[in-house]
């Protein structure tokens, strides 16, 4: 018996080891920051920028001023005000951009909003499209980066999409802003310095119009910009990793806000992983793509607060093992598994965390990790499967 259970804990240690170890190297590949780096020489494609916004009055406005000054003659931003019922479409004309409304009662969510988009664009097609969300500051510099890297690469780009904390905010929301900026901006990195794809992240993305002119896009997937960059990478043109060009956005201040936004996203994580990861992975092995294999590597990595949960869980079961007789092989590996965590977690923090969170405010990360609970276990019983847009400060 007790050697029966030593194998089932060895079964899932390796299990575990596969998304820990796939940290450790991108952390390690990542201590190296970018540098900025000219952009790609050669002519600039006309640009289009989608902006898909519902019920989005208040922010709209912050957004397409980003956008303009960066804009050259022919180029354009086009909001979809998608199932609204504020003034979304108001403020964005008065901010200067072009508007088209769509009220679909059933179609309901961010890639019918995108669908659309592209199908307006397609009566004076650009050559390069964007799509940036409404609720997101672009850098100066960002729109012309991430066009002409399109252009010379022929591959979907995706710019770095940073989370900020609203200001004033405590430790828990600095420390969501510290894992958000592990899996956008350490993660993709890393594996940039491999030359692996990374995954679409739903906001400062630019793809080649004939690219995205044919994808499918008409879906209410919860994570569709996952899925759309998964399904490029099988089409054969994975997306580029581009940290020099940065977007970024705020969490609610609300805790309902914020509730609702981790909700979705994890939710959503989680469900790609149990469904589409593992045959993502056969797919890559069985056709010889090492991109499309290390697109699945990095999808398999849960979000960090679950697997830091997962490893000390883990840790936990082996030492009652251990303790009532059944050796301590398993203890060793799990302590192991979670030293590598905590150097992959520390690497990340001493490189690219320190001005986000002090070093008392990580050693409170555990604290994080049971806060997040909930949301781990509604995944199990009660799992978000349609999109929710978050609730706004102003709301």
Excluded at 8 to 34: F, G, K, N
Excluded at 129 to 144: F, K, Q, S, T, W
Excluded at 358 to 383: C, D, E, H, Q, T
Aim: glycine share 10%; with cysteine.
């Amino acid at each position: 018996m007790s050697a029966v259970l030593a194998g089932l804990l060895y079964i899932v240690l390796a299990l575990l080891a596969v998304p820990v170890l796939v940290l450790l190297t991108q952390a390690l590949l990542a201590i190296a920051a970018p540098g900025p780096g000219a952009p790609p020489a050669g002519r600039r494609p006309r640009i289009a920028i989608l902006v898909p916004a519902h019920n989005e009055q208040d922010g709209v406005g912050a957004t397409i001023a980003t956008l303009l000054p960066q804009l050259q003659d022919g180029d354009r931003v086009l909001v979809v005000a998608d199932n609204c019922s504020d003034d979304t479409a108001g403020a964005a004309r008065a901010a200067g951009a072009e508007v088209r409304e769509r009220f679909d009662a059933t179609l309901r969510g961010k890639g019918y909003a995108l669908d659309f988009g592209v199908r307006c664009l397609a009566e004076d097609p650009p050559g390069v499209m964007m799509i940036v969300d409404a609720d997101c500051l672009v850098e100066p510099g960002a729109i012309d980066r991430l066009a002409r890297t399109a252009v010379a690469s022929g591959r979907p780009v995706q710019a770095l999409y940073l989370m900020r904390s609203p200001a004033g905010s405590g430790p828990m929301k600095k420390i969501a802003e510290f894992a958000w900026a592990v899996k956008n901006l350490v993660r993709p990195l890393g594996f940039l310095r491999l030359g692996i794809p990374c995954p679409l992240m739903g906001s400062g993305m630019a793809f080649p119009w004939g690219i995205i002119s044919t994808a499918s896009l008409a879906n209410g997937h919860i994570v569709e910009d996952m899925k759309l960059g998964m399904d490029l990478a099988r089409a054969g043109t994975p997306p580029l990793f581009c940290p020099q060009a940065l977007v970024s956005s705020t969490f609610p201040a609300s805790d309902a806000g914020t509730e609702t936004q981790r909700k979705r996203w994890e939710h959503g994580h989680l469900s790609m992983i149990l469904s589409a990861a593992p045959r993502f992975l056969l797919e890559g092995l069985l056709k010889g793509r090492p991109g499309m294999v290390g697109m699945a590597l990095d999808l398999a990595v849960p979000p960090l607060a679950l697997l830091v949960l997962m490893v000390l869980a883990l840790g936990a079961l082996t030492a009652v093992f251990t303790l009532f007789g059944g050796g301590a092989g398993p203890l060793l590996a799990a302590v192991a598994l979670l030293a590598a965590l905590g150097v992959a977690v520390l690497v990340a923090w001493w490189r690219y965390g320190r001005k986000i969170l002090s070093a008392a405010n990580l050693a409170m990360a555990v604290l994080y990790v049971f806060w997040k609970v909930p949301v781990y276990i509604g995944f199990l019983v009660n799992r978000q499967v349609e999109w929710v847009r978050s609730k706004r400060d102003t709301e």
